[in-house]
């Protein structure tokens, strides 16, 4: 029989970060994404990023498990998106030959393929960047149902373009977290003409055309506005040129943290330490900036919790960020700000 007084003892304990089984946010536990609106779903993989720090994996179970005390609103959009919608944490990709890239590539595109099919929007916590290509595939394109049959526009946060053709594979790693940004626009899943890379930096590795960062991605289409435009422009200016060319179009979010400065995120697996990034304030007012374009769902990747400082702060950036992911996603699926 229930025991009202348990039952009273259980919701008074909720609130509190280190009670209970954690799950992202607090939110319910439950596999089917059919039961949601927003789906938060971990995605354990490094194998698609073999030359750098390989613990990738470890990103969802630390994002987990700090998430449990954030915030429940948003203050700036004013809503309340666990509670304007349904929010299930699905729990993680299987991956069961997880030390295969190719395989794992096609394990994450047919678990997100059911998210398409039921219409539910995912918010993605990884793992290394190879996790975003068959994302995009499961989620755009010719039959997908949240990009409405066509390429979505891709809006991707990144200190790297991770748009790589001139190379088969990376390390053996064919669809890998150097290939995905190329192959997603080959085959149909992302508009480059409706896209962007935001924040890439870095020296270049040689002397490939002519030195000048993103030119892979140039070529493809994407607009690349590298950290120095970003400084130029401003954050008013970056959102003028995202609204311009993502228009009306479903829009993806990707943001690999290391595009942050690394006094934010040390945690991350592809540092870029002679070339400061994006402070966590110019990140999240970027975020907040997508609010009213037709987000269709995000992912956080590359966090790296073995290199983390002791309190976890790049898990904890890990977890703002997807805290605005979310909101973005409640705001596309209809939640109306407090008035």
């Known amino acids: 029989m229930?025991?009202?007084?348990?039952?009273?003892?259980?919701?008074?304990?909720?609130?509190?970060?280190?009670?209970?089984?954690?799950?992202?946010?607090?939110?319910?536990?439950?596999?089917?994404?059919?039961?949601?609106?927003?789906a938060l779903v971990g995605v354990p993989h490094s194998s698609g990023n073999g030359s750098t720090e390989r613990d990738q994996h470890l990103g969802p179970r630390a994002v987990r498990h700090v998430s449990g005390f954030y915030r429940r609103a948003h203050a700036r959009h004013r809503i309340a998106p666990f509670e304007a919608l349904s929010v299930h944490d699905l729990g993680d990709v299987p991956l069961p030959e997880a030390m295969n890239n190719e395989a794992c590539v096609r394990d994450i595109e047919a678990f997100f393929a059911r998210l398409d099919a039921a219409g539910t929007r995912p918010v993605a916590i990884g793992g290394d960047h190879s996790i975003t290509g068959p994302i995009l595939k499961a989620l755009a394109g010719p039959g997908r149902r949240l990009a409405r049959?066509?390429?979505?526009?891709?809006i991707h946060f990144d200190a790297h373009t991770d748009s790589y053709e001139h190379i088969p594979h990376w390390l053996g790693a064919r669809r890998s977290a150097a290939h995905w940004?190329?192959?997603?626009?080959?085959?149909?899943?992302v508009d480059p003409a409706a896209s962007l890379q935001i924040g890439v930096r870095g020296h270049p590795s040689g002397l490939l055309h002519q030195g000048r960062t993103g030119q892979s991605s140039r070529d493809l289409g994407y607009r690349v506005i590298d950290i120095d435009e970003v400084e130029a422009l401003g954050v008013g200016g970056v959102l003028?040129?995202?609204?311009?060319?993502?228009?009306?179009?479903?829009?993806?979010?990707?943001?690999?943290?290391?595009?942050?400065?690394?006094?934010?995120?040390?945690?991350?697996?592809?540092?870029?330490?002679?070339?400061?990034?994006?402070?966590?304030?110019?990140?999240?007012?970027?975020l907040q900036g997508l609010a009213g374009l037709d987000i269709i769902g995000g992912d956080i990747v590359c966090l790296m919790p073995t290199k983390d400082s002791p309190n976890g702060i790049t898990a904890q950036v890990a977890m703002v960020v997807a805290f605005e992911l979310v909101s973005l996603v409640a705001l596309a699926r209809g939640a109306a700000p407090a008035a």
């Open 181 to 189: 940004a190329a192959y997603t626009v080959r085959e149909g899943a």
């Open 149 to 154: 049959g066509g390429p979505c526009a891709l």
């Open 2 to 38: 229930p025991d009202p007084d348990l039952d009273a003892a259980r919701r008074s304990s909720e609130s509190w970060y280190w009670w209970g089984v954690p799950t992202f946010f607090r939110c319910p536990w439950n596999p089917d994404p059919a039961a949601c609106d927003i």
């Open 240 to 286: 003028a040129e995202i609204r311009a060319r993502v228009g009306d179009r479903p829009a993806y979010v990707t943001f690999d943290l290391d595009v942050l400065d690394p006094a934010v995120a040390p945690g991350v697996s592809n540092l870029e330490p002679g070339w400061g990034g994006l402070s966590i304030r110019e990140a999240t007012r970027l």
